[in-house]
């Protein structure tokens, strides 16, 4: 265990549990259709990925699978958002006409995903989701709804499976709390 981490919260094994279930439903709700995977980086990387895998697995989803990221941030390298959401870098896909589900890691403020829904939904997807492996909802400031969620997050400054303190620890195949 790397120093000032205590865990694991959540276990590797949970984690990929929750992906299957994740990859479940979207299979279900897009089966035979073209889907475009919209991951949140830096954070959602794994999730993404882990997801596209998952998808992959599970018989009668999606006829054609695509990844894009794009990039945002509200939080810098502090451990509290900013409450201003930046575009660091845009997605490379046309989302218009498409089916498109953005992929976050957490979602806490709720922010970013409301900017992100804002923004894209001016770009005219056919159908436009969100999906988070975790949903943190103790703190939100805004409403914003989430499609598919994998679990609830405990309400704590967590790390791992891309999620960071100061860009360290998001390497870790579990969800761990830092002290700090």
Same mark, same amino acid.
Request: aromatic share 8%.
């Given at each position: 265990?790397?120093?000032?981490?205590?865990?694991? $919260? +959540?276990?590797?094994?949970?984690?990929?549990?929750?992906?299957?279930?994740?990859?479940?439903?979207?299979?279900?709700?897009?089966?035979?259709?073209?889907?475009?995977?919209?991951?949140?980086?830096?954070?959602?990387?794994?999730?993404?990925?882990?997801?596209?895998?998952? $998808?992959?697995?599970?018989?009668?989803?999606?006829?054609?699978?695509?990844?894009?990221? !794009?990039?945002?941030?509200?939080?810098?390298?502090?451990?509290?958002?900013? #409450?201003?959401?930046?575009?660091?870098?845009?997605?490379?896909?046309?989302?218009? #006409?498409?089916? +498109?589900? !953005?992929?976050?890691?957490?979602?806490?403020? #709720?922010?970013?995903?409301?900017?992100?829904?804002?923004?894209?939904?001016?770009?005219?997807?056919?159908?436009?989701?969100?999906?988070?492996?975790?949903?943190?909802?103790?703190?939100?400031?805004?409403?914003?709804?989430?499609?598919? +969620?994998?679990?609830?997050?405990?309400?704590?400054? !967590? +790390?791992?499976?891309?999620?960071?303190?100061?860009?360290?620890?998001?390497?870790?195949?579990?969800?761990?709390?830092?002290?700090?």
């Amino acid at each position: 265990m790397p120093p000032g981490i205590s865990g694991p $919260l +959540v276990d590797a094994a949970e984690l990929h549990a929750a992906l299957q279930r994740l990859a479940r439903a979207l299979a279900r709700d897009f089966r035979g259709q073209p889907l475009l995977l919209l991951g949140v980086l830096k954070g959602a990387l794994y999730v993404t990925v882990d997801l596209a895998r998952a $998808l992959c697995s599970v018989a009668d989803g999606p006829s054609e699978l695509r990844i894009d990221f !794009i990039v945002v941030s509200s939080y810098g390298t502090a451990s509290r958002s900013s #409450g201003e959401v930046r575009m660091l870098k845009d997605a490379k896909e046309d989302v218009h #006409g498409k089916n +498109v589900v !953005i992929v976050e890691d957490i979602v806490d403020d #709720g922010l970013t995903l409301r900017y992100l829904q804002t923004l894209l939904e001016t770009r005219k997807p056919a159908v436009l989701r969100s999906c988070a492996l975790l949903d943190k909802p103790f703190h939100r400031r805004v409403d914003v709804h989430l499609d598919y +969620v994998g679990m609830k997050a405990p309400d704590r400054f !967590i +790390v791992g499976y891309g999620l960071d303190f100061q860009e360290r620890y998001r390497n870790l195949p579990y969800l761990a709390q830092v002290e700090y």
